[in-house]
């Protein structure tokens, strides 16, 4: 079955950087685009960025766009996202998903907490 | 950038039919799709392509699009359906996943 499991969510200061990470198992990764989507505390979905399958091509929301950066490592079979400049407004879940025909999301990960805060 | 409008919340009795709406710019001409999320868990695909069900998903949920409106219907709802649902576009000429604001669903 498919699994995604994220991890690197953590406090960090304003300013400051932190890397996620997404291991994916259950399908073949190097087949399937992938997205970051968050959620804020309380709030509604937002979508962060994708990648295409073979990491030609990245999109990402204009509220992350210059500061985040999605990658791939197929050999590995994991999703990153490099996140910098970091805001409290950025204070979410993260969730690592997998892409259904380019168009939405067919799984989920559990999400990691990432906390932007002095 | 394209927008999707939900109601904030939706209340329904057991067993009567929950209808949940999704407006946007001539939606009708794009494919909607549906999560569901419960308290402290990640969403759940329950509808896509306007009205096809991914697998395990029951026939009680269905949906619809057209004109400026597209519609999440919940039948015969159960107290298990109790949760937050969000629509969701590909907006090709941003290329970006739109999500809607989100509706909670209350059974009463």
């Known amino acids: 079955q498919v699994q995604l499991v994220e991890s690197g969510g953590g406090v960090v200061q304003p300013g400051g950087s932190l890397r996620l990470s997404c291991a994916a198992s259950g399908f073949t990764f190097s087949s399937y685009g992938m997205h970051w989507v968050r959620q804020a505390p309380g709030k509604g979905l937002e979508w962060v960025a994708f990648i295409r399958y073979d990491g030609s091509n990245k999109y990402y929301a204009d509220s992350v766009k210059g500061r985040f950066t999605i990658s791939r490592d197929n050999s590995k079979n994991t999703l990153y996202l490099q996140m910098n400049s970091l805001r409290a407004e950025d204070t979410a879940v993260y969730y690592c998903?997998?892409?259904?025909?380019?168009?939405?999301?067919?799984?989920w990960g559990q999400g990691t907490l990432v906390t932007v805060s002095s | 950038s394209y927008v999707l409008t939900q109601p904030p919340s939706v209340s329904v009795a057991p067993g009567q039919t929950a209808r949940i709406t999704c407006g946007g710019n001539?939606?009708?001409?794009?494919?909607v799709h549906w999560y569901q999320q419960k308290p402290g868990q990640a969403p759940v695909l329950v509808v896509y392509d306007d009205s096809d069900r991914p697998s395990g998903i029951p026939e009680r949920f269905s949906g619809s699009n057209s004109g400026n409106t597209a519609t999440l219907t919940i039948s015969r709802v159960e107290a298990g359906d109790e949760a937050d649902y969000y629509c969701?576009?590909?907006?090709?000429?941003?290329?970006?996943?739109?999500f809607g604001g989100g509706t909670k669903l209350t059974v009463l």
């Open positions: 998903a997998k892409d259904f025909r380019v168009v939405a999301i067919d799984y």
């Open positions: 001539n939606i009708g001409s794009k494919s």
């Open positions: 969701q576009v590909w907006d090709s000429s941003s290329d970006s996943w739109v």
